[in-house]
């Protein structure tokens, strides 16, 4: 079993950039999800065990950039030109397998207890 462990979130103003941390050594399939209020979690970003393959929401391709050296590493969220709708709780997750869809927050065995980031226009 892991524990992902998040940090890295705070406040920032728009434009600016953010870097999240998720400790989670192990093989694992590592994703990022965000959740705002009122709205459903949703999948930002994903990485293989390895670090080889990662995988990007649209909302967020060309501005976060996910991250990890090898699995005893953490994985990083490199989030740039941040935008106001970038505001949520994030979340890592880790699967013990490769998901069938790595948005689905159903395919990930252990969670971490979230980070919030706020981005004020």
């Known amino acids: 079993q892991v524990q992902p462990v998040e940090s890295g979130g705070g406040s920032v103003q728009a434009g600016g950039s953010r870097r999240l941390s998720c400790a989670a050594s192990g093989n694992y399939y590592i994703a990022w999800f965000r959740q705002a209020p009122g709205k459903e979690r949703e999948g930002v970003a994903s990485?293989?065990?390895?670090?080889?393959?990662?995988f990007y929401a649209d909302s967020v391709k060309g501005r976060f950039t996910i991250s990890r050296d090898n699995e005893k590493t953490p994985v990083y969220l490199q989030m740039n030109s941040l935008k106001p709708e970038d505001t949520a709780i994030y979340y890592c997750?880790?699967?013990?397998?490769?998901?069938?869809?790595?948005?689905?927050?159903?395919?990930?065995?252990?969670w971490g207890q979230g980070t919030q980031v706020t981005v004020s226009s």
């Open positions: 997750a880790a699967a013990q397998w490769w998901p069938p869809s790595w948005v689905r927050p159903e395919n990930y065995n252990y």
């Open positions: 990485i293989s065990s390895g670090g080889d393959y990662k």
